[in-house]
């Protein structure tokens, strides 16, 4: 291999973290020429090589070119691409990539031609995959000209003077790229109504990669990634698509040699349409992510037994190593020159070996990951798409809050009323505007919601200001509740040395201020018929970040516990750029995102900083990117902290979501990663109880919830040691 091996730095190799990169290539088409096509295919992958890639799909019939007709029948073009594909099944001995490439293939009685994807690496065949449906209909004549592959198992092709089986089920499995399994099919084959990948991906295929001659006309390309997106979101896979371009016939048609991958229905990326000369959408696909999803959505595996007998026929004993094993060559072979016995994949029974022991060769240093990685994986980077999540978003927090008042008589002027109380932060301040909206809806005034600020030892005059304005622009009933002398008085009760004067800021001095906010609130709520609306976030429970029982932790109806601190902000800018309110509210909206999110529990002397919420638990960016990767992905420490320094490392990598400060823009170091996600994992763990006891609310992303009658099912007394053993041996702290 030409790149350096990971010995030393544990990210510096995408294959260590559950990765493989692939490549959808296009490139000009020397129409019947195969020898010329063949050196066209290997310059390709000697660059592909340099990239560390390791799975190559070019187009459909890519060694002679689709668009052949009547040329493809001529004994001269069969015998010269089979010559072609004996030239590259060599040249791949030294090469990293796994190839997938087209030719038309005879079978051994001469009598059919198939139309065939053939895949090679190290010098061997591992699989032979015909097109399975032959499209007949407008522009398309192929079966004129091949034999349908879809029952063509073991039938015998000719390459080179050796005989090989034709694999239309074959699965190739690669065991030291664990979690790799591919599947092989063909233009047409995607575009039935059950496409044989479809059944691939029951009996085990986690890659599909598709060759295609699809000529171009308009709207089509769209209708390619419509199929692609689909198949990979609903089969929960990775989708290699590769289709002709230059150099094919336009006697009647034209091409775009379109490239792309998705991931789950995630579009990992594309390259330009129309080209000329040859290019590659490389990416690195997530494994680790398809056998989570999976694992994780069990109607798959239901599918898989409704499916069986129809899936029976599938081979997936054929393995390949893509590193070169200890023992062997670079070429694969052992030290006496002599391939191992076992190697390949022609043997009548389709049950090839390994090539090689799992995990027996380093793995090639890659670089950075080539594939969209977000900073606020919560949070869409494009302005359009944040606009979307944002509106759908609010619009399930105020439909949660308008059912809730709706069952216990709040539909009507004078029902039950929100009750809320406001400090100016983050949180309350877009629950207030949920509740608005809410009584909007409700046909009420935004007089009935009753709202309390109620400052503690610590409260300072900006945010006490911005509540009470923010809350009488909004048009609620406003009111202020000192709570000090109560909490003093409880303080002084419990022997607490706050209640004699002395500054002993504890848990405790904090807890008790929480929890009198709260009591109070909902006595309120009791005392004019309303419930109180809890403002705490997702990211709160994550941390366990909440007062328990009588406090933040608990109200009668949540809405915020389903938004992650890093979208809240996003969420009030939308309401802002909406126009929801007026221009002064939006202006008050403003001052409230320039704040610094606070607790304000613990009182500072003149010229000393306040008290913040980040100093304190970590930067709620690196906890919400854990969160996500947790809760939604499955992942375990020494994935997420390499993930977490890919997105974050380099402060001018990748995109910012919108309107995002530059002031707020910052990296994190790997030591940094390292201990904040220290944090997090022993906060998640220990708080458990927290969210085993969280009152109802609205699930509103799809990365998650931490609703213990919905999407996170946990024991509250279970301990963290095996992460926390994971991240002092695997995630580096330098």
Excluded at 218 to 229: P, T
Excluded at 330 to 348: Q, T
Excluded at 497 to 523: C, I, K, S
Excluded at 603 to 624: C, F, M, N, V
Aim: glycine share 10%; with cysteine.
């Amino acid at each position: 291999m030409n790149a350096a091996t990971s010995t030393a730095d544990p990210h510096a190799s995408i294959y260590d973290h559950g990765f493989v990169r692939v490549a959808a290539v296009t490139l000009p088409v020397a129409l019947a020429d195969p020898a010329t096509n063949a050196r066209r295919h290997l310059e390709q992958l000697q660059a592909l090589e340099e990239q560390q890639v390791g799975l190559a799909v070019f187009p459909e019939l890519s060694l002679t070119g689709y668009s052949l007709d009547d040329l493809v029948l001529q004994e001269p073009l069969l015998d010269a691409a089979e010559a072609a594909l004996a030239t590259l099944i060599e040249a791949s001995r030294d090469l990293l990539p796994i190839l997938v490439v087209g030719a038309p293939l005879r079978s051994r009685d001469r009598a059919r031609l198939f139309n065939c994807a053939v895949i090679i690496h190290r010098g061997e065949v591992l699989g032979i995959a015909p097109k399975q449906n032959l499209p007949t209909y407008r522009e398309f004549y192929e079966r004129r000209w091949y034999a349908p592959g879809d029952d063509a198992d073991g039938v015998q092709v000719r390459i080179a003077g050796q005989d090989h089986r034709l694999t239309p089920h074959g699965i190739i499995t690669v065991p030291d790229v664990p979690g790799l399994r591919l599947f092989v099919e063909i233009c047409e084959d995607m575009w039935v109504p059950v496409p044989p990948s479809a059944q691939a991906v029951l009996a085990g295929a986690t890659v599909v990669a598709n060759l295609s001659g699809s000529p171009i006309t308009v709207g089509r390309a769209e209708d390619r990634k419509l199929m692609a997106r689909s198949a990979s979101a609903r089969c929960q896979s990775a989708y290699v698509y590769a289709a002709a371009g230059e150099g094919e016939s336009t006697t009647d048609l034209a091409w775009d040699g379109q490239t792309f991958v998705y991931e789950c229905g995630d579009l990992l990326g594309e390259s330009e349409r129309f080209p000329q000369g040859p290019r590659a959408t490389i990416v690195d696909v997530d494994l680790d992510r398809i056998v989570a999803e999976r694992r994780r959505q069990s109607t798959i595996d239901d599918n898989r037994r409704t499916h069986a007998t129809a899936l029976e026929g599938f081979e997936t004993g054929v393995e390949t190593s893509l590193f070169a094993p200890d023992g062997l060559a670079p070429d694969g072979s052992g030290a006496d020159g002599r391939a191992p016995v076992g190697r390949g994949s022609s043997s009548a029974d389709g049950t090839g070996t390994a090539h090689g022991a799992e995990g027996g060769a380093p793995r090639p240093a890659t670089g950075p990951l080539r594939r969209p990685l977000h900073r606020f994986p919560f949070v869409p980077d494009d302005p359009s798409r944040l606009a979307q999540d944002s509106y759908e978003a609010f619009s399930i927090q105020v439909a949660g809050l308008v059912r809730r008042l709706s069952a216990i008589g709040g539909d009507e002027p004078g029902g039950a009323r929100p009750v809320i109380g406001v400090s100016g932060g983050l949180d309350s301040t877009h629950a207030l505007i949920v509740c608005a909206r809410a009584m909007d809806l409700l046909g009420r005034d935004r007089s009935e919601i009753l709202a309390y600020t109620m400052p503690g030892f610590a409260t300072t005059e900006h945010t006490r200001s911005n509540a009470e304005l923010l809350s009488e622009a909004i048009g609620a009933s406003f009111e202020t509740i000192d709570i000090r002398p109560a909490s003093t008085q409880m303080l002084a009760d419990m022997g607490h040395p706050v209640g004699r004067g002395e500054e002993v800021y504890d848990v405790t001095f904090e807890n008790v201020q929480a929890g009198m906010r709260y009591d109070y609130l909902f006595r309120l709520a009791n005392h004019h018929g309303g419930i109180v609306v809890g403002t705490g976030d997702l990211s709160e429970l994550a941390l366990g970040w909440c007062t328990y029982g009588v406090g933040d932790q608990m109200s009668h109806y949540g809405v915020n516990a389903g938004v992650p601190k890093t979208l809240i902000q996003h969420l009030i800018r939308w309401v802002i750029a909406e126009g929801l309110f007026d221009a002064a509210t939006g202006q008050l909206l403003q001052a409230v995102l320039d704040t610094e999110i606070s607790p304000e529990l613990i009182p500072t002397r003149p010229g000393e900083k306040a008290q913040s919420t980040e100093d304190s638990i970590g930067p709620y960016a690196l906890h919400d990117f854990t969160l996500y990767h947790v809760l939604r992905r499955g992942y375990g420490p020494a994935k997420i902290a390499y993930l977490a320094h890919q997105a974050w490392g380099d402060l001018a990598a990748g995109q910012w979501p919108a309107g995002y400060a530059d002031g707020d823009k910052r990296s994190y170091s790997r030591g940094e990663i390292r201990d904040w996600l220290t944090v997090f994992t022993r906060r998640f763990f220990s708080n458990q109880f927290k969210r085993s006891a969280v009152p109802n609310a609205p699930k509103v992303l799809a990365g998650g919830s931490l609703s213990p009658r919905g999407d996170w099912r946990m024991p509250s007394d279970v301990t963290s040691r095996a992460w926390l053993a994971e991240i002092e041996r695997e995630v580096p702290g330098d």
